[in-house]
């Protein structure tokens, strides 16, 4: 689709991940006539997917939050809800299947009492402490999954919520400064157990108990039993195509291959984009969906930099990016009962170490049709810093792919023996791809804090120090996870409509 340049938008949002895009959606549901400009092919950021022979494999995010069909937590359930359409979607019995150091196997199972049973079952002199840590966790789930959830920047949506829910809200203002790490520690003494309970943080957040705030393990903790995991039919890449189509019925437009070059800022106010090929939009309201770094540091002059990002900086730090492999096996190698998402960590001394935890995701257990017949996409990934890709070779940078995923296949035959034998089909990203692909500032997954910090308080809403300009996706309230961008997306679209007196 084409649109004059000259035309003016009430809002223009930069990228079209799922923030991008709920924001977009939710805007254009309210009547905004919105422009989105997405610099690849296709939307859906590292909720994208993509194509090869005949394996239809997912960018990113592939263990999905927020598809339940209750609450007010299911967001991406309301966001295709509020643009008239939804997904099938495929519920997942088993959350992760954990294989940890000193033959620590377990499975969080959709259903709470299982999972809570097998975790006691494991640790019987920490029952009730178990008991008592989980249930700490439904309590921020069951204040968040009471109200509406919109900005916490609109004062009269926060007197509102709070004269509805008035415990609920105090129970948050409660969590907002907490940490896992302190709350675990009140309950549960044993070391393993404590090792557990930081790596069921790790595997989303990124970081310990410690740095992780409790306001968004309770999300996690409790919505995987509560909404459940639920797959997408057809894969994750589903629901930007869903949002992209509502968005377009609502009579907004995306436009592809429209790599923003940078903010137009006049009289202290951002106005307009310009893309890389000059082509320059105008609008009332900008939202960028790239990373705050991408967005403070490229697309706006450095003596532009308020002083607010400034601090943000300092409290928050890059998280390392990934390599990942995205693999084509044989069916044989999966024995039956395989679970979809796994956890493999050898050594707890190497949760945090690049290549030290690794993640597996095996879609095609729930919707076969993502593999050619007879066959399983098995997408493993595993952190790791840009540092380890820089100044290479273009041989030695493949040879060193090629090693790394050697590496990473060899560990995993410990699960899925017969694995490297099986192998049909392998693509191999690094850092280097999550930069060139996501646009992410060194192939980031997002934000992690520098250092202990109070729980959420110190992550920044939706407005900027920039009039007119907005951002959302990971690097805002609350961070990282399809659920939690979509909460960004939808707290960004309303103080915008607010602000626009839509
Ligand atoms: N659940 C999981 O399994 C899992 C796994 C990996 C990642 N994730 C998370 O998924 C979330 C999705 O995040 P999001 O909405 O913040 O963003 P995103 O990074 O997914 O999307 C940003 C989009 O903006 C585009 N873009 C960036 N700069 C641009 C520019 N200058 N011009 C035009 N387009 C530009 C990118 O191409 C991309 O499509 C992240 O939190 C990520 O960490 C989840
Ligand atoms: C008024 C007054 C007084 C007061 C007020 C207060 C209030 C209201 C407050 C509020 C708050 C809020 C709303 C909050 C919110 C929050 C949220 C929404 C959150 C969310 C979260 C989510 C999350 C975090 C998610 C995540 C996830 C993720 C990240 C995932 C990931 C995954 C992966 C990576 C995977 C891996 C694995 C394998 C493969 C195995």
């Not at 294989?99 to 709470?112: M, Q």
């Amino acid at each position: 689709m084409s649109v004059e340049s000259s035309s003016h938008f009430d809002a223009i949002v930069i990228g079209s991940g799922i923030g991008g895009l709920v924001t977009a959606t939710q805007l254009a549901a309210k009547g905004a006539r919105v422009l989105v400009l997405e610099s690849y092919l296709i939307p859906g950021g590292s909720a994208g997917y993509f194509e090869r022979n005949g394996y239809r494999f997912d960018v990113g995010a592939s263990m999905i939050f927020g598809f339940g069909d209750r609450g007010t937590t299911n967001l991406l359930t309301r966001a295709l809800e509020a643009v008239d359409t939804s997904i099938e979607t495929i519920p997942d019995p088993v959350q992760i299947h954990y294989h940890l150091p000193e033959d620590l196997e377990l499975k969080v199972h959709r259903e709470y009492e299982d999972f809570v049973g097998e975790l006691s079952a494991l640790f019987p002199h920490e029952k009730e402490g178990i008991r008592k840590f989980y249930d700490e966790c439904w309590r921020v789930f069951n204040c968040l999954n009471a109200m509406e959830l919109l900005s916490l920047e609109e004062p009269r949506y926060l007197m509102r919520v709070f004269f509805q829910h008035p415990l609920a809200c105090l129970g948050l203002v409660k969590y907002l400064p907490q940490n896992v790490g302190d709350i675990a520690r009140r309950y549960i003494k044993d070391p393993t157990l404590l090792k557990f309970i930081d790596i069921e943080c790790y595997c989303w957040s990124v970081v310990p108990a410690e740095l992780t705030p409790m306001i968004n393990a309770g999300m996690v903790f409790s919505d995987r039993h509560y909404g459940g995991i639920n797959y997408p039919k057809g894969g994750v890449g589903q629901i930007a195509q869903k949002l992209v189509e509502g968005l377009e019925k609502k009579g907004s437009t995306i436009l592809y291959k429209s790599r923003v070059k940078r903010i137009l800022v006049e009289n202290n106010r951002a106005v307009g984009v310009e893309l890389v090929n000059n082509t320059r939009y105008y609008g009332d309201r900008i939202v960028s969906n790239a990373t705050r770094w991408n967005t403070f540091q490229s697309l706006l002059p450095e003596e532009m930099l308020p002083a607010s990002e400034e601090r943000w900086q300092k409290r928050y730090q890059k998280s390392p990016s990934f390599v990942s492999l995205h693999l084509g096996v044989d069916a044989s190698v999966l024995p039956e009962g395989t679970e979809c998402h796994h956890i493999l960590l050898e050594n707890w001394e190497k949760m945090e170490e690049s290549h030290g935890t690794i993640f597996v995701s095996i879609p095609t257990l729930l919707d076969p049709d993502l593999a050619p017949s007879g066959h399983h996409i098995i997408h493993t990934f595993t952190p790791s810093w840009i540092n380890e890709w820089k100044g290479l070779s273009y041989s030695d940078y493949n040879a060193k792919k090629e090693e790394v995923a050697d590496r990473i296949i060899n560990r995993l035959e410990a699960i899925f023996p017969g694995l490297n034998a099986g192998l049909d089909y392998q693509e191999v990203g690094t850092p280097r791809t999550h930069r060139r692909f996501l646009n992410r500032q060194d192939g980031t997954y997002g934000p992690i804090p520098q250092r202990k910090l109070l729980g959420l308080l110190g992550m920044p809403f939706n407005r900027t120090a920039i009039p007119g300009l907005y951002c959302v996706g990971d690097s805002t309230f609350p961070g990282q996870g399809l659920n939690a961008v979509a909460f960004s997306g939808f707290a960004c679209a309303h103080r915008i409509a607010v602000d626009l007196g839509l």
